[in-house]
């Protein structure tokens, strides 16, 4: 029995209304029930577990972002915040190795690092720029606005001047203690110094402000003569200064190995002096110079024109900092008769006296070949007179006639034309010749007195010292020795025979004498030569006219040769006998004198 909410009777149980009231009424409450259970977090038995469950899930996946934050801060971005760190309360610079000394052949130093000052600037800690500014321009030189500008730039470490001298730096640095300027500050550094100026600069090469190396030796050898640079860490301080005292230097620099060269920096000079007047005398383009010891390939002078002012390479004209007779190819000219006279006589072909019976012009291929003495009639000549007269018609007959060329290409192989000689110089190209398989109805002819190939002129110094030193080739060099340790340049294996050599020998000691020559003679030494006047190639294919390569390469004592020397003028107008040759004559009496070799007689 039930009570009604407002009767006091009973309402009995078997009463159809009630019955149907109440069915409804359990039906919505069990309907909201389950509404509340079913919603994350709902109240109720199965709410109450759910809201449990899904937050154990929230909390789980926050702990999870949390952890992976802390693991990416403090595990993998720990050495990248921490170097961050450290790099904010530090300044980190490069303590500069020493670069090696390099000497010439009697210990003369060429190239030497010294020590020296930086100057630099915090702008925010300048106390007085204009006053700064004007002491900078006092000891340093310079423009007083482009020191405003820097002193003023709001940037942190600013450069003001790189390489300045110890001497300098310190006076300045004592003028701005005295008047109170702050801001300034300096650091050690190294530079390169020249004790002989610019002479050897081709060689020796230079080194930039900020150690970097463009050509030269200290291109070439630059891994054994920079070293190892060493770095210092400055602690800084607030707004960026260094902390007096607080320096560490975290690694020492290593310096470079010393370099002893085979020139001599006396006969370089003379080198240098003689071309740059011949080329301005002979209306040249350009002219070059190479002085060896054939015994050993060692070069003893090297240049070519124009200079390379090493204490002032930024002035430099182009091609000044390279070598040509290294990194150029010329047609050789007639000094390659040279190199023809010595494959015919060692393979057995032709003799210093074999006759041939030379007319005024030699077809060759489809071109006839002419003498440059302008002969018209025919003449009768060894293989000597063709030499000591320089005649193109007549090794073009010999070479054509006698040697042929299958035997021909394969002494111009023996004798490394067209390969590069290995020279301790960057840059060295190989040139241009034909192989056997090459050649056509033109090129026997005419490789045979120096043209229709195209090769750096060191490649007939090597060649021509060949022949002075017995047949024996070495290549040319300039590094003697390296941290006390002597270089090893093995000699090559034997390209012609003794017997060869000695019989050309005989043939270039006359062309001195009595040939084209005989301006390059040299008082009281006998002397073996060849005079050589290249024709150069125009854009269209065929040869400038009055324009050379006019050059001679020769070596003295004849009998026993001490130094071998090149000379050679391109682009002028003179032929070799009135321009080359005597430029040559200078330059070996003074290899003569230098190298102590005694006169002849």
């Not at 190209?429 to 090459?438: A, F, K, P, Q, Y």
Request: hydrophobic share 35%; aromatic share 8%.
């Amino acid at each position: 029995m039930r009570y009604g909410r407002d009767q006091e009777e009973p309402l009995w149980d078997d009463d159809p209304m009630w019955d149907d009231e109440a069915s409804s009424y359990d039906e919505a409450s069990r309907a909201r029930y389950r509404r509340r259970a079913s919603r994350r977090g709902g109240s109720g038995p199965g709410g109450f577990d759910n809201g449990i469950k899904y937050m154990f899930i929230w909390a789980l996946a926050l702990f999870a972002v949390v952890s992976a934050k802390l693991v990416w801060l403090q595990v993998i971005k720990s050495a990248e915040y921490t170097e961050m760190g450290v790099a904010s309360r530090t300044s980190t610079s490069v303590l500069r190795a020493k670069r090696g000394t390099i000497y010439d052949r009697n210990g003369n130093v060429l190239a030497i690092s010294v020590d020296c000052k930086t100057v630099f600037c915090y702008p925010e800690m300048v106390n007085d720029a204009v006053s700064t500014a004007d002491l900078l321009v006092e000891y340093l030189g310079g423009d007083p606005n482009e020191y405003l500008s820097l002193l003023r730039s709001g940037e942190g470490y600013t450069y003001i001047e790189r390489q300045v001298d110890e001497s300098k730096a310190e006076r300045l640095a004592q003028a701005l203690e005295e008047r109170g300027l702050e801001g300034v500050y300096f650091e050690d550094d190294i530079k390169r110094d020249y004790p002989y100026g610019d002479v050897g600069g081709q060689i020796i090469g230079f080194v930039n402000v900020d150690g970097s190396v463009k050509t030269g030796l200290e291109s070439y050898y630059d891994a054994v003569l920079s070293g190892e640079d060493g770095e210092m860490v400055m602690e800084l301080g607030n707004g960026g200064t260094p902390i007096a005292g607080a320096t560490n230097v975290v690694r020492p620099a290593r310096d470079g190995a010393d370099l002893i060269l085979s020139i001599d920096i006396d006969l370089q000079r003379v080198a240098e002096e003689q071309i740059t007047k011949a080329v301005v005398d002979f209306q040249a383009e350009s002219g070059s110079v190479m002085v060896t010891d054939p015994t050993t390939g060692e070069i003893l002078a090297a240049c070519s024109t124009p200079l390379l002012p090493v204490t002032r390479y930024w002035e430099m004209e182009e091609g000044a900092d390279t070598l040509k007779l290294v990194t150029s190819s010329y047609e050789p000219g007639s000094i390659f008769k040279v190199i023809t006279s010595s494959i015919g006589i060692n393979a057995g072909l032709v003799t210093p006296w074999s006759t041939y019976t030379v007319p005024p012009e030699v077809l060759v291929g489809d071109d006839y070949v002419s003498d440059d003495d302008g002969r018209d009639w025919t003449m009768t000549m060894t293989l000597a007179e063709m030499l000591r007269r320089s005649s193109n018609t007549g090794l073009a007959m010999v070479a054509q006639e006698s040697i042929g060329a299958e035997a021909f290409a394969a002494g111009v192989s023996a004798f490394g034309i067209g390969t590069p000689t290995g020279i301790d110089y960057p840059g060295e190209v190989s040139g241009i010749v034909r192989s056997l398989d090459e050649y056509d109805g033109s090129t026997l002819g005419s490789m045979a007195f120096g043209q229709g190939l195209a090769i750096p002129l060191v490649q007939m110094v090597k060649a021509v010292g060949t022949v002075a030193n017995g047949g024996v080739p070495h290549t040319p060099h300039f590094l003697v020795s390296q941290s006390g340790e002597p270089a090893q340049w093995p000699a090559g294996e034997q390209v012609v025979s003794p017997e060869t050599c000695s019989q050309v020998v005989d043939m270039m000691r006359e062309v001195v004498l009595s040939g084209t020559g005989v301006n390059a003679q040299v008082s009281g030494y006998d002397v073996a030569g060849k005079t050589g006047t290249g024709e150069q190639a125009d854009a269209e294919g065929g040869y400038r006219e009055y324009s050379y390569v006019s050059s001679f390469i020769g070596f003295a004592p004849a009998s026993e040769p001490k130094v071998l020397a090149y000379v050679g003028l391109n682009g002028t107008p003179y032929l070799a006998y009135g321009s080359a040759a005597p430029t040559f004559s200078t330059i070996m009496g003074e290899a003569l004198l230098d190298m102590g070799v005694q006169p002849s007689w």
